[in-house]
T-cell receptor
């Protein structure tokens, strides 16, 4: 079983839609959860991070972690064409290597 | 806003040749990293570097790879004898510290094509 699973998509939505991006993981030691955005031919850019379970909101973005289900989500409200990118989840464990383990990324296309 | 830069943006080489990928981390950062991303696959950690030595490396980072900080600003990744399967995007990243909460800032990447 892969450590971090993420549907590669593509996910195509109309402008203004609410987008839900998800990852599952198998390593119960993961406690730090990150979402990166990667535009075409660019490096990943950290969007949000959360520690342990719960929700975190930043503008139109909400990150959610459910450790009991080993499931994390990123919600984008009022999606814009400029949100079109690949979204990578990543996670790491405290007390060991802090190096993040990435998912494959989900390609999101927001069309006008 | 400070950013990580990488050169070249695209490198084409013949199998068996040596390549050096260059990175300039953010100036006050102390930890440096290399990752790679094969087309269509996930970002994979290669190596981390601190205080002029490797602090952690993955299984991918074998004897063909080496890293160096030759001066106060550059951080390089050398692949001694490239293989076809080394074709990938290589990302450099840097962070202020090595803690679970410290953000790694990624460069734009170097696309390596091995023919």
């Amino acid at each position: 079983q892969k450590e971090v699973e993420q549907d590669p998509g593509p996910l195509s939505v109309p402008e203004g839609a609410i987008v839900s991006l998800n990852c599952t993981y198998s390593n119960s030691a993961f406690q730090y959860f990150m979402w990166y955005r990667q535009y075409s031919r660019k490096g990943p850019e950290l969007l949000m991070y959360t520690y342990s379970s719960g929700n975190k909101e930043d503008g139109r973005f909400t990150a959610q972690v459910d450790k009991s289900s080993k499931y994390i989500s990123l919600f984008i409200r009022d999606s814009q064409p400029s949100d079109s990118a690949t979204y990578l989840c990543a996670m790491s464990a405290r007390g060991g290597s802090y190096i993040p383990t990435f998912g494959r990324g989900t390609s999101l296309i927001v069309h006008p | 806003e400070p950013e990580v830069t990488q050169t070249p943006s695209h490198q084409v080489t013949q199998m068996g040749q040596e390549v050096i990928l260059r990175c300039v981390p953010i100036s006050n950062h102390l930890y440096f990293y290399w990752y790679r991303q094969i087309l269509g696959q996930k970002v994979e950690f290669l190596v981390s570097f601190y205080n002029n030595e490797i602090s952690e490396k993955s299984e991918i980072f074998d004897d063909q790879f080496s890293v160096e900080r030759p001066d106060g600003s550059n951080f390089t990744l050398k692949i001694r004898s490239t293989k076809l399967e080394d074709s990938a995007m290589y990302f450099c990243a840097s962070s202020e510290a090595r803690d679970i909460t410290d953000t790694q800032y990624f460069g734009p990447g170097t696309r390596l094509t091995v023919l």
